[in-house]
């Protein structure tokens, strides 16, 4: 065992035994970020505040909530919203902080997708980051049955019925699902335990291997410049502050996050108290029926493009039948940017306006995107549906293409 | 600095067209614009012109309306409770005592007239089944003018909102929100009558001022069918200060925290513009160094 000398100050006695001011370094003021940034280089702070507002004020929440078919319609809108003191406050938090989370999911998404984030070593930041995405958008999902309103209970059902489209087990997966041959009180209180406990035990584990993922391969920069950071830290660290292509992540990358974060706050606290149905849909403050369907089934914003690409193939087409094919497209739509770093064929690191197929490639991507998500609110009928089946199918070519456009990018360039 | 304002104003913009392309464009197409509404209540063959007369009205109500309907302010009571009334008319009939401040004045004539075709709900009384109130188109249209001149004479001149909830809608309606603890606040008919009677049961409104809004209450109350074709809620001609009441009733039950949350609001981004401020100081100073 290591010999310890007597400490004269309480920080020097954990210092010795834990090592705080090595961690510090580590963890903090000799963690080297690129200085070459702008502000969308904060987006992994604003999440990380983000997703410790909806822990917060969901512990708070969960002290009222009543996972009981009968009793969480009331303990959600009269209990917690009238009741409780600033209940509606952590209600609103909680409801608002959940939509704009994924706002700042899909900015962080394709600022990494525009800069070249992904490949050459920082896959798996992206894999990990789109595992966050996979589990938010289950945590979404889950957490927006609990309040057991209309749109509750008939986006659970429309959403768990997909599974009935996987061949053989199907049927019996939709039941397993469920709990019951419906949606039902067995659905609410098993989507009540993955909101409240493994998902969120699951999000954070991944939160830490995301954060770890960046260690190795190091954040990228606005020009994709390859940094050595080692030597930049070294210039840094012996006082050429100016000249070092590096700054600390405490103080000096964090100080930027705050200001940032600071504009993000007023925006989300103005969201939460003023204009606050777009994540609260009017639809869900009637209580959940099964006799009733609702006139207009959707899901909440952040899920509309990829379910648009499900709806969006509505005829048969050559013997199969529509739903499986929406079925295939929306798996392939959920599974296509988990390899995105092997679909892109070009070796070199560059944010998108230096490459000039690959930039028109994403902007396409963002205009079809907003296309899928209005069309995938909007009533499937007349031309809305033929809209969607032609910027579904439109995601689908953006993604078959891209090996293609990023390899003659990168044949011209000279790269290849 | 350009270069993040460019970047800001791309961010932005995509942001604002979604917003706009998944809330207000969308909901414009799933729900149809309506003609607003309309108090006067001029197409209904209401008073045609006609000035009444309270005291002849007087006879006429006492002797053709109070075997059914009560008017206890004027010492007419119940003469049985809710539930053998509604099983005796399906529905409960409600008290005249503030219907002449309630109902506008032509409404209420074109309803004594004719019930159904006032409250536009012909399409449920066919085969052989009929509107529990009968008409009285039978009478002089002078008579029927007299009787609303009577039901505005001794009709109170004031009422809370929740009375004016509890004597135009909770008949059958409940609101259970306005007293969880003794659920005061149920619908006058049992709901086994009053399924019966509407063909399912009218929801409890405790919550309709968030589910339905501000905008669509002022039209659906004021004439049903113009959002919900073949509804069975009659249209009940509310005038215009009743039903602000109705819907400002229905605030104070479903939206209780509004008055706080909008207290609270501005004094948290007053803050949060304090922490912008100091956040936007300590970067500049945290900078200077490495530029």
Redesign the interface.
Known sequence: MAKFEKADSVGEWLDQRLNLTGLNKVMMTEYWVP?DI???WAMGVLLATTFTILIISGMILMMYYKPDINLAF?SV??TI??EVAFG??FR?MHGVAASVIF?IIY?HMFTGIYYGSYKQGREMIWISGMLLFVTFSAAGFSGYMLPWGQMSYWAAMVITNLFSGVPIIGDALVVWIRGDFNVADATLTRFFMLHVFLLPVAIMGIIALHFYTLRIPHVNNQNSEEIDFDEEAEKYLSGN??E?KV?PFW??FI??D??V???F??FY??L???HY??AMD??????ADNMVTP??IYPE?YF?WSYEVLRGFFFDIAGFKAFDIGLIAFAFANGIFLVLPWLDRDPAILPAHKRPLFFIWFWIL?ADL?VL??YG???PTGTNAWVGFFAATAFIVIFLVLPIITKIDAKRRGSL | MM??LK??AV?VA??L???W???P??HS??HPHVADADYTFSDKDGLNGLKGDATAGQVLVTTNCTACHSIKSEGYPEIMDHASSAAAYGVTPPDLGSAGKLYNADYLAAFIKNPAKASEVSHKFVDGRSHPMPGYAWMQEQEIADMVAYLQSIAPEEMSNKEVFVDACQRCHSIK?AD?QKGTMAAFTPDENIKAYMGKLP??L???I????HAYLETFINQPQKHLEGTAMPKVGLTKDSQDQVIAYLEEVGD??KA???E??PK??IY??I??????L??K???R???
């Open positions: 200085k702008n502000f969308l009331d809108n009269y919203m009238q509606w406050l609103h706002l900015i502050k100016k070092s700054i103080p000096v100080s930027k705050f200001a974060l600071g504009i706050l007023i606290f103005y939460v108290f003023f149905n777009f009017p639809v869900n403050f009637d209580p006139a207009h914003w509309l963002m907003i998500t209005v609110k909007l009533p | 270069r993040e970047i800001l961010v995509l942001t067209i979604t917003y392309g998944v809330e464009y969308a197409q799933m929100y969880m929801p409890d405790s919550q309709h968030k589910s339905r809004g209780s925290s706080k949350r909008e609270l609001g948290f981004l949060l513009a922490f912008a401020i100091f956040a936007f300590w970067k100073s945290k900078w160094d490495v530029h």
